[in-house]
T-cell receptor, first 115, second 107 residues
């Protein structure tokens, strides 16, 4: 089945440590996005990539980094510079539909906790 | 002003009731609109797109009011399984998400 796979599902990070969240898709979508979700808030855009080897900062990129070396993969690194990284992270691929709309497909998310 | 704003609820309704809620957006140039459903600790899933003429999918009806810049979702004959958070999503050059409206349907 086509879809987006995020791993791990749960991740614990120590203070000052960098961690990388994996996102893989086999939908052949060009555009991939990383969102962060905190309780009581909407999804906030961290980074996005419209095409391989290119990516753009979203609204809250500070303390994060990404790469897009392959179409299928868009890993997110949460660096030690991110002061409040505990959150639910969602990876999505976004594609235009035949009706001219846009639809987002999400991975199952990674719940990151700082210990 | 936030790009997308929703009444957080919660809306607590009995089975069989009708529940409706709105979402306002700030960018008048926004082109497309969606409702996503998110269950607790899960990823959002597309419920329905919202078209200018309004659209209906079973018990769910979505409306778009461009003049007042809001979209609405109405759920008829509520089921226990409708309990979830409903996210309003607006597409300008990127997808902008509201914080969600929580609906709880009780037996």
């Amino acid at each position: 089945d086509g879809g987006i796979t995020q791993s791990p599902k749960y991740l614990f990070r120590k203070e000052g440590q960098n961690v990388t969240l994996s996102c893989e898709q086999n939908l052949n979508h060009d555009a991939m996005y990383w969102y962060r979700q905190d309780p009581g808030q909407g999804l906030r855009l961290i980074y996005y990539s419209q095409i391989v080897n290119d990516f753009q900062k979203g609204d809250i990129a500070e303390g994060y980094s990404v790469s897009r070396e392959k179409k299928e993969s868009f890993p997110l690194t949460v660096t030690s510079a991110q002061k409040n990284p505990t959150a639910f992270y969602l990876c999505a691929s976004i594609v235009g539909t035949s009706k001219g709309n846009t639809e987002a497909f999400f991975g199952q998310g990674t719940r990151l906790t700082v210990v | 002003r936030k790009e997308v704003e929703q009444d957080p609820g919660p809306f607590n309704v009995p089975e069989g009731a009708t529940v409706a809620f709105n979402c306002t957006y700030s960018n008048s140039a926004s082109q497309s609109f969606f409702w996503y459903r998110q269950d607790c600790r899960k990823e959002p899933k597309l419920l329905m797109s919202v078209y200018s003429s309004g659209n209906e999918d079973g018990r769910f009806t979505a409306q778009l009011n461009r003049a007042s810049q809001y979209i609405s979702l109405l759920i008829r004959d509520s089921k226990l399984s409708d309990s979830a958070t409903y996210l309003c999503v607006v597409n300008d050059y990127k997808l902008s998400f509201g914080a969600g409206t929580t609906v709880t349907v009780r037996a």
